[in-house]
């Protein structure tokens, strides 16, 4: 929008003290948006509730608005009700496949999706180790987080200058014209790209003290999110329990997320 003119006040009653010159109104740059085209945001609903883990992905934005979701799009990856590890090949794969298709690293690198299963689309500390590790060297970079139930969280960091992080609103674009749902896609792709586990935490109890000596401590790859944690606190008991036994039976699949695109 073009700047606009006020009226002078000097044509006013009151009384002026000094004939003022016609103020400039400066519009303020529109405040960013993060904006959904309604099937990349139902695709993304559609693995936020396929299972109860963690789903996450990239967005493929417009090469004319880079906040502007058109496709959220998975790499093979390993889940858990509190974890999200992409397998680092697939996210090579990925990126060279969308420069194939003409498009720039900031349309498909710079916005990380995620999903919750449960209420909180809060951050892990997981989340936010993840964020700077990743995307820390990118001029800016986008982590958005949608909760079951529709709460979700979307932070734009830039890393320029002096840096900084604002939170934006998010929406979903029913303006612009926008496709079908695809959801025997969206299966296939699920099917191929999404490995749930078992949510895992602790030391390998079969393995003998000291295997790992002189090797990155085991803990190091081990953590438990902050809103998982909540959640666990805020369950029934007896819910609580029936976790907690589960993960107990399930040693084989501790510790299983080292490397890669851990969240
Ligand atoms: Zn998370």
């Given at each position: 929008m073009p700047p606009t003119t006020l009226p002078?006040?000097?044509?006013?009653k009151q009384p002026e003290k000094t004939p003022q010159k016609p103020r400039r109104i400066v519009q303020p740059p529109a405040a960013p948006v993060l904006r959904f085209s309604p099937v990349a945001w139902a695709k993304l609903l559609y693995f936020r509730d396929r299972q109860e883990t963690e789903v996450g992905g990239f967005a493929v934005t417009s090469p004319s608005d880079l906040?502007?979701?058109?496709d959220f799009i998975t790499v093979k990856q390993d889940v858990t009700v509190a974890s999200v590890s992409f397998d680092d090949q697939a996210v090579a794969d990925f990126f060279e496949a969308q420069v194939d298709t003409?498009?720039?690293?900031e349309q498909f690198g710079r916005i990380w999706l995620h999903t919750h299963p449960g209420g909180s689309p809060v951050p892990s500390c997981t989340d936010e180790e993840t964020f700077a590790r990743v995307f820390?060297?990118?001029?800016w970079a986008m982590m958005f987080v949608l909760a079951r139930g529709g709460k979700s969280y979307a932070r734009l960091r830039f890393n320029v200058g002096p840096g900084g992080s604002i939170i934006i609103p998010v929406d979903v674009d029913f303006v612009t014209p926008f496709g079908p749902s695809q959801q025997e896609a969206w299966e296939a792709e699920y099917k191929a790209n999404i490995n749930a586990m078992a949510w895992t935490w602790g030391l390998e109890s079969h393995e003998p003290l000291g295997?790992?000596?002189?090797?990155?401590?085991?803990l190091d790859r081990v953590s438990v999110p902050d809103d998982w944690m909540e959640e666990l606190e805020a369950m029934e008991p007896a819910e609580r329990q029936l976790i907690m036994d589960e993960l107990s039976a399930r040693p084989d699949l501790w510790g299983g997320n080292q490397g890669g695109f851990y969240e």
């Open positions: 002078s006040k000097s044509e006013s906040l502007k979701v058109e003409g498009r720039k690293p820390g060297s990118c001029q295997k790992d000596l002189g090797k990155p401590s085991t």
